[in-house]
T-cell receptor
Framework: KQEVTQIPAALSVPEGENLVLNCSFTDSAIYNLQWFRQDPGKGLTSLLLIQSSQREQTSGRLNASLDKSSGRSTLYIAASQPGDSATYLCAVTGSQGNLIFGKGTKLSVKP | DGGITQSPKYLFRKEGQNVTLSCEQNLNHDAMYWYRQDPGQGLRLIYYSQIVNDFQKGDIAEGYSVSREKKESFPLTVTSAQKNPTAFYLC??????????FGPGTRLTVT
C-alpha cells in the first residue's frame, strides 16, 4: 500500500531564506506527484504537478523535483516571504487518478 | 469563472441525522473525488467517480454515500452510520493527467 511521508512536520524560517520541503513515497509506480498549499480553514491550491516521466517543474520561486527510483520529491522555495506561510502537502496519484497524501509540512516565515 | 464550489461552508447537525454536502464543478472534468481531513492527519479518500452514473469506494467509505447523476455534480451524504462525522470535507475534480483541483471545503460539526 502506498504511503507518503513529509519531513519536517513543521518549519520556521526568517524571511528571505531559501528552503526545502521533503516528500517520500514507498511505491515508485506513480502516475504523477502534486504539491499543494493549504491556508488555515481553506481548500487546497495546486502549486505544481510533476508527471511520472518528468524530473522537475518550476513556477516562479517554486521548484519541485521528482526521483521516482528513490521515491523522493523536494519542493524548493526561493527567497521565502511571510505570505508563503501555510501548510504544504505532497500527494502521489494512484492508478485511478485518486491522490494519496502526506500529512503536510507547516511552514512559518517570520518577517 | 471556472472552478469547484462546495456548499455550505459550515454545517451543524445533531447526531443521528443524515446530511448532504454539495459539490459542483464547471471545469468539464470527468472525474470527481471526496476527501476527508482531520486535524493532524492527511486527506483520506472517501469516494470517487470517473464517469457519470459510476463511482467507487475509497479508503474510508463506511457511513457515506454518493451519487453522480450529472457530470457537474457529486453530492456526498453523511449518514447516521458514520461514527465520527465531524471533519473538514473537500471535493476535487480532474482530467488526465489527473491534476486535481479542489473546492473550498465544508466544515461539518455533529453534536
Amino acid at each position: 500500500k502506498q504511503e507518503v511521508t513529509q519531513i519536517p512536520a513543521a518549519l520556521s524560517v526568517p524571511e528571505g531564506e531559501n528552503l526545502v520541503l521533503n516528500c517520500s513515497f514507498t511505491d515508485s509506480a506513480i502516475y504523477n506527484l502534486q504539491w499543494f498549499r493549504q491556508d488555515p480553514g481553506k481548500g487546497l491550491t495546486s502549486l505544481l504537478l510533476i508527471q511520472s516521466s518528468q524530473r522537475e517543474q518550476t513556477s516562479g520561486r517554486l521548484n519541485a523535483s521528482l526521483d521516482k527510483s528513490s521515491g523522493r520529491s523536494t519542493l524548493y522555495i526561493a527567497a521565502s516571504q511571510p505570505g508563503d506561510s501555510a501548510t504544504y502537502l505532497c500527494a502521489v496519484t494512484g492508478s485511478q487518478g485518486n491522490l494519496i497524501f502526506g500529512k503536510g509540512t507547516k511552514l512559518s516565515v517570520k518577517p | 469563472d471556472g472552478g469547484i464550489t462546495q456548499s455550505p461552508k459550515y454545517l451543524f447537525r445533531k447526531e443521528g441525522q443524515n446530511v448532504t454536502l454539495s459539490c459542483e464543478q464547471n471545469l468539464n472534468h470527468d472525474a470527481m473525488y471526496w476527501y476527508r481531513q482531520d486535524p493532524g492527519q492527511g486527506l483520506r479518500l472517501i469516494y470517487y467517480s470517473q464517469i457519470v452514473n459510476d463511482f467507487q469506494k475509497g479508503d474510508i467509505a463506511e457511513g457515506y454515500s454518493v451519487s453522480r447523476e450529472k457530470k457537474e455534480s457529486f453530492p456526498l451524504t453523511v449518514t447516521s452510520a458514520q461514527k465520527n462525522p465531524t471533519a473538514f470535507y473537500l471535493c476535487a475534480s480532474s482530467m488526465p493527467p489527473y491534476e486535481q483541483y479542489f473546492g473550498p471545503g465544508t466544515r461539518l460539526t455533529v453534536t
